[in-house]
């Protein structure tokens, strides 16, 4: 280490006309500044040396760019400072730090070319100019005083007795540079102080550095008055609950208060709508007040809960591929072709248009097992989105779906939201089963409940009484499935897009038997194909006499049966491998057959018996019709359980016939002398609606003229008092029906002919003959042997077959 200097240096008079530089990076030195330096560039350390070996003289200036490494006379300010070395330590990297002291302002004036180690200048000292003792000087002194004395407040690091007795110029001029260390300035505003040996302009420069930083002091104190303003209050607040903690820990309630704080906190990271976080807060805060165990705690904390626990902003992303949603339908589905169709149209356009956000409410019609649950499933399968299905067969509360007021004990939410917390997403598929079946009473009406959630236009912010607040369900898909479709209130139908689904053909049974339900069974009694073996006869034979239905289920159930009854024998004797079904094997497990397809029509003299054709929800029917002729005073009686629009068909189809007595060579009196009893049997059965009209009208003829009917022959039609006969409904069902009782005509309703050529598109019936009927005149001529009313035949209308050849 180098000996300091022993006395602090002094202005020489004789300085040298050239001086060693030293450029510093990001530095200014002002006269009267003691500063310390860390030098390392090669040339400067060997400015600094040649220094110490003369006079400890130096030329110190500052870079204009720090990026410089090498700087030459160019890249540094000619303005600088003349200081001298007070201190040197050589540090173990080869650097020197040194300690210099400003001495004067200096000039550069050209590069001395003397030395080719270190840069050298040639230079001129800046003696300070307008130190001329005036009134003006000493204003301008007492304004710098008054804001140094206002800075010095604001700025605890300044010293306060800095200017305390300053009375000459040339203290002026000492403490104006002094003054200018101790501020927070910038490079340039450094260095244009420097350059400016003028008393009077540098200390005007000075006031304004002075007056800009008081108000950023100011500024600075108000911002710090804030944040410490803040901080009490978060002080204050975390004494105030540590001593509700320790308060709650005496009282046993810390386990309450810290679950208080978890939903509190999951609360805000769920992003709640601002109504809904405002309710939380005001239940939390309700919660922190109340004993743990009182049962008012517990309805809070359980409402708190319900609402965290919903999906307020999670949705499932919508992966719709057409060829994927068709792949799925046919895995799982056999036959359907409509309602496939009408939902892989639904997803094209949910796929095609981005705006499409609200799902149409689709209700699948059609009777039980022919897979509308399934199918619903399916869609959800297809779309990628959550399923969730709400039974609502039998619910007569109004409750059920919006939910219980919380004043009620044990309250709930409704099935709605519950299904939306299941779901855990805000688009799931939520399936209403069995919406038909709901019921009324005096609690209310939850299909009119129902309104209010099936609707795109209110169900944005649906109420559920439990939670009390919003909740956005439009972006549900909902799919409602019922049985018959006069089961619904038509303001609920009026909402829903509904897509039928028919029972199943004898055909569509067995292909789904064959490739659906027998797999699915053998999988789960770990059977092999080669252990349970059924021939094709004998799956028709157990679809046609031992099922009567229009699904699938109990065709699933005698599968699964005939399996069980495998699996026995095959344990009990362990010389049998493996079982084929056969007609002795069906007899001894299931018993003799349970639905034969028999007809009273079959016979030869059908007087007085007609065969019609009806529909219900396990699908087509035969209905046969008895009717017989009796002495007595004129009566007219109806057996069989019948409807009342049933019973009206009959009184209109009599009412027909008495009008025609002469073309039917009956005597005009025939009703006064006989009386008249038509059955149907099956009395056990209810029976309504229109469509026997054609039937009963037909039986009555026969019994009247005892004119048999021609055998294999069924009908369905509505008739009127003119004789008219108008259309029905369900003939897919009915015209399956005639198929497996071995009908060979059947007479249609002309007004249906367009509905059976979208049937026959399905259905093969090319050994059944179809007549489409316009009046009961065709209907008599075609259900009796020719010329048997020729008077009916003088001219009668020709009807049209199935070919459309008339005839």
């Given amino acids: 280490m180098i000996e300091p200097q022993g006395q602090k240096q002094t202005i020489i008079e004789a300085a040298p006309t050239f001086l060693p530089l030293l450029p510093l990076k990001n530095v200014v030195i002002l006269p009267k500044s003691i500063t310390p330096i860390i030098v390392g560039r090669p040339s400067s350390i ?96 007492r304004q710098t005083i008054e804001l140094y ?150 309805v809070s904390r359980n409402y708190v809960d319900w609402i965290l626990s919903l999906p307020w902003n999670k949705t499932s992303r919508d992966t719709i591929s057409l060829h994927q949603a068709e792949k799925i339908l046919n895995k799982n589905h056999a036959g359907l072709h409509k309602a496939k169709d009408r939902i892989v149209e639904f997803l094209a356009a949910k796929k095609f248009s981005k705006s499409l956000e609200r799902s149409p409410v689709i ?102 009484h439990f939670l009390d607040v919003g909740y956005d369900i439009s972006k549900v898909m909902f799919i409602a499935t019922a049985n018959m479709m006069e089961g619904i209130p038509y303001p609920l139908f009026d909402r829903m897009e509904i897509i039928t689904l028919s029972g199943y053909t004898e055909d569509e049974k067995f292909e789904i038997a064959k490739q659906f339900l027998i797999p699915k069974n053998l999988k789960e009694y770990d059977l092999s194909a080669r252990q349970f073996k059924i021939p094709p006869q004998m799956l028709h034979k157990i679809i046609l006499e031992y099922t009567k239905e229009a699904g699938v289920r109990q065709l699933e159930r005698i599968i699964a049966k005939l399996m069980r009854k495998t699996i026995q024998c095959m344990l009990k004797d362990a010389k049998v491998k493996s079982v084929t079904i056969t007609e002795k094997i069906l007899l001894e497990w299931l018993g003799h057959p349970t639905f034969k397809k028999t007809s009273l029509s079959d016979k030869k003299d059908n007087i ?40 009206e068909s009959a009184q209109a189809a009599l009412s027909y016939i008495r009008s025609r007595t002469t073309e039917l060579g009956l005597p005009k009196s025939f009703y006064n002398t006989r009386e008249i009893h038509m059955h149907l049997p099956e009395g056990a059965t209810p029976k309504d609606g229109p469509s026997a009209g054609i039937t009963m009208c037909t039986a009555l003829i026969s019994a009247l003229t005892k004119q048999p009917t021609k055998p294999h022959l069924a009908m369905t039609g509505e008739v009127t008092l003119q004789g008219r006969v108008l259309s029905v409904g369900g003939l897919k069902e009915k015209l399956l029906a005639a198929k497996q009782h071995g009908m060979k005509t059947i007479l249609v309703p002309h007004e249906n002919q367009d509905d059976i050529q979208e049937v026959l598109k399905e259905t093969k019936l090319d050994d059944i003959k179809l007549i489409y009927v316009r009046n009961m005149d065709e209907v008599i001529h075609a259900a009796f042997a020719p010329n048997t009313f020729k008077k009916m035949q003088k001219k009668p209308k020709k009807a049209i077959t199935k070919k459309g050849r008339k005839k």
């Fill in 46 to 141: 060997r400015a600094v040396e040649f220094a110490l070996k003369h006079d400890r003289l130096i030329f110190i200036t500052t870079q204009k760019s720090s990026d410089t490494e090498n700087p030459a006379l160019d890249d540094v300010y000619q303005v600088g400072t003349r200081a001298t070395i007070l201190q040197v330590m050589r540090m173990p990297n080869g650097a020197l730090k040194i300690l210099a002291e400003g001495i004067c302002r200096a000039q550069s004036i050209d590069l001395d070319a003397t030395h080719d180690d270190f840069i050298a200048v040639n230079y001129e000292d800046l003696p300070s100019t307008g130190t001329k003792d005036s009134v003006e000087l000493q204003a301008l002194w």
């Fill in 149 to 298: 004395q206002q800075y010095a407040k604001l700025n605890e690091k300044m010293p306060a007795d800095l200017i305390k007795d300053t009375k000459s110029p040339q203290d002026f001029d000492y403490i104006t540079d002094t003054i200018a260390v101790h501020l927070n300035l910038t490079l340039p505003e450094r260095q244009s102080l420097l350059e400016i040996p003028h008393l009077k302009k540098r200390i005007l420069k000075l006031c304004s550095f002075l007056q800009r930083d008081i108000e950023i002091l100011h500024v600075e104190q108000k911002i710090r008055g804030h944040i410490q303003t803040q901080v009490e209050k978060s002080q204050r607040e975390y004494y105030l609950n540590e001593q509700m903690k320790a308060i709650q820990k005496e009282l046993g309630r810390e386990d309450q208060s810290a679950e208080i704080t978890q939903l509190r906190e999951k609360s805000k990271k769920l992003s709640l709508p601002a109504e809904v976080y405002e309710k939380v807060e005001k239940e939390l805060r309700r919660l922190e007040q109340m004993p743990s165990l009182s049962s008012e705690a517990v």
């Fill in 363 to 464: 209700c699948l019609v059609g009777p039980p097992g022919v897979g509308k649950t399934s199918l619903a499933k399916s869609i959800s399968d297809s779309m990628s989105r959550e399923f969730v299905r709400i039974s609502l067969g039998g619910i007569k509360d109004e409750a059920e779906i919006r939910g219980h007021r919380r004043t009620y004990i044990g309250a709930l939410p409704g099935k709605i939201i519950q299904a939306m917390k299941k779901a855990k997403t805000q688009n799931p598929v939520i399936l209403l089963d069995e919406i038909d079946k709901m019921a009324r009473d005096m609690q209310g009406d939850p299909a009119s409940a129902l309104l209010e959630v099936l609707d795109p236009q209110q169900n944005t912010a649906f109420v559920d």
């Fill in 608 to 647: 007085g018996i007609t065969t019609g054709l009806a529909w219900t929800e396990f699908g087509g029917e035969m209905l046969e019709i008895e009717t017989s002729i009796l002495p007595g005073k004129g009566g007219f009686t109806l057996t069989g359980q019948l409807g009342e629009v049933m019973q």
